[in-house]
């Protein structure tokens, strides 16, 4: 029988997920969960508006139905090279916008895009991709992130030859330094960034553009370059005793965690900031052993960044199962030190003050101070761009928005002709799937830059502007057509 609820997603027990990194929250979907998840879609496609990526939603979804989820993983394919890794931890703004939202919820459409990927070991044995001759033009990704990683994926199998430059040891940006192994296990990375790979891309690993190689030389040596170098500088509070050895910023603690490293964080951990990295921070640190996790937010809940959305929601509802505290509108003001520890952190409470423009702001109330114990200061504060891999003569050739983002066309390609950017460093939105999107534009940059396009082969392009094919009247159609 039709059902209109959304079927269920069970979530792992929280005390066992928090004994280390390798429980994920959310269990899997069963064949027959997500064949009747699957089945409640209507196919408008109204989701694929909200969908950055312009994935072909009710598409893939249809084909989960029908119990085919190699043709999922191959439809998702044509935009985006991580179905696993999206299928756990992309923002999934198409799910906001589903039609079902006030009928049952909203179709799991991460959640099954997850489930169709895991079916596969290797997508090597579901997706054939033309084997291409090299045609004769070599592109720099400078950035093994998600951005990069697409970019030398969709350019490889054009016969393309790419070569990604990247500063850590390992590929994969903050897919990989970032969202904790919980959240994104490593042989998701694995399989992949491993099946990406193997499509002949070159990499050069502990290789810093700017220090190991210069970026005049990319620039000279290679036809094209795709600048995908994120959006990493740590922006630091300055607080007074933040130069204690336990305060850190979120995105190097979580760095060193991912390489494996065990981090005594004794048993208060106070983290400053309420986006996606606050979130992480805190629960790792729980996983690390601390009795106390406190997030110290500036505003109101519904002010935190990505609200109101399901994705912000969903995190919340994880981490309240693991026992995150929050602290809503307050400004720590000093870090209590006790030789070069900190051992407390002094706050205060804010009001929220609104001049009818915008949202209100936090307004410190000075006369409303608290302390609270820290044995470990995180702060999720945010992070900046950097050019100081850059010479000169090309940083004053590089038009930038009054954020500091580098300008790109419609093909993704800057004020500097032959280089392209794409990724945290150029788009507002901070997300996986805007990365790709980023990467899947200046793909079809470079390939036109390069004249390439009568050599390409059209079917392994990906299609950028999908969602323009459906409107409201498209979905009334495509739901009277199924009711009929
Ligand atoms: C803690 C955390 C959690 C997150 N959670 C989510 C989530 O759940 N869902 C989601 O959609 N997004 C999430 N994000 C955001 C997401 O990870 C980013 O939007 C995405 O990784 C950006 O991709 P990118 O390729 O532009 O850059 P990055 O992933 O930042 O990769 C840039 C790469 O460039 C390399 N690099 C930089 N400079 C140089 C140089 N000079 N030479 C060589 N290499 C260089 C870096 O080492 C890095 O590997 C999270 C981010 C963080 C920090
Ligand atoms: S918006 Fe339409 S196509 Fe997209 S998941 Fe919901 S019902 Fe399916």
């Known amino acids: 029988m039709l059902s209109f609820e959304r079927v269920k997603i069970n979530h792992a027990d929280p005390k066992k997920r928090l004994q280390g990194f390798t429980i994920e929250p959310l269990e899997e979907y069963s064949d027959s969960s997500a064949v009747a998840e699957a089945s409640r879609c209507i196919g408008c496609n109204i989701c694929t508006q909200a969908c950055p990526a312009s994935l072909d939603i009710g598409g893939y979804i249809k084909s989960t139905a029908v119990g085919d989820p190699a043709q999922t993983v ?29 009928t049952g919820g909203p179709i799991a459409i991460r959640h099954l895009k997850r489930y169709a990927a895991d079916k596969f070991d290797d997508y090597s044995s579901i997706i054939s991709v033309p084997k291409r001759k090299f045609v ?18 969709y350019l490889s199998i054009q016969g393309v ?27 998701v990375l694995d399989k992949e960034i491993g099946y990406i790979l193997s499509q002949g891309v070159e990499v050069h690993l502990n ?33 007074p005793g933040s ?11 979580l760095r060193r965690s991912s390489f ?6 004794g048993k208060n951990v106070v983290i400053i900031g309420g986006g996606f990295t606050a979130n992480d921070s805190s629960r790792t640190a729980l996983r690390f052993g601390a009795q106390n996790s406190y997030i110290f937010y500036r505003r109101r809940e519904v002010d935190r960044p990505g609200y109101p959305s399901m994705n912000a929601e969903e995190e919340m509802e994880e981490a309240d199962e693991e026992g995150v505290h929050y602290v809503w509108e307050v400004t720590p003001f000093e870090y209590v030190k006790k030789g ?29 101070v608290q302390t609270i114990d820290a044995d470990y200061v995180i702060e999720a504060t945010g992070q900046e761009n950097d050019y100081t891999f850059m010479e000169e003569e090309y940083l004053r050739k590089l038009r930038l928005t009054p954020q500091g983002q580098p300008i790109v066309n419609p093909n993704g390609m800057t004020s500097i002709p032959g280089l392209f950017s794409g990724g945290d460093s150029t788009n507002g939105n901070r997300d996986l799937i805007s990365a790709v999107r980023d990467a899947d534009q200046a793909v079809l940059g470079i390939l036109q830059y390069l004249n390439l396009m009568d050599k390409v082969s059209e079917e392994f392009i990906p299609l950028l502007d999908r969602w323009k094919k459906y409107s409201t009247m498209a979905a009334k159609i495509a739901y009277s057509e199924r009711s009929a």
């Open 136 to 153: 004769g033009k070599n592109v720099a990704v400078i950035g093994g992130g998600p951005a990069g990683l697409t970019a030398a994926y």
């Open 260 to 265: 494996g490293e065990k981090i005594d964080v």
């Open 74 to 102: 191959r439809i998702v394919f044509e935009n985006l090279p991580f179905p696993a890794i999206i299928g756990r931890v992309c923002t999934h703004m198409c799910e906001d916008i589903c039609v079902l939202y006030d």
């Open 207 to 239: 290789t810093e553009v700017g220090k190991d190689v210069s970026f005049k030389e990319l620039m000279n040596k290679y036809d094209a370059v795709f600048m995908s170098v994120g959006n990493q500088k740590p922006r630091m509070t300055g607080t």
């Open 340 to 368: 070069n520890r900190v051992v407390a952190v002094k706050y205060w409470q804010n009001d929220m003050v609104s001049d009818g423009k915008g949202r209100a702001k936090p307004v410190p109330n000075k006369d409303k």
């Open 243 to 253: 130069d204690a050895e336990n305060v850190v910023h979120a995105t190097e603690f």
């Open 161 to 187: 030859k790419v070569t990604i430059y990247e500063k850590l040891p390992a590929l994969g940006g903050f897919m990989k330094t970032g969202i904790p192994r919980y959240r994104l296990p490593q042989d």
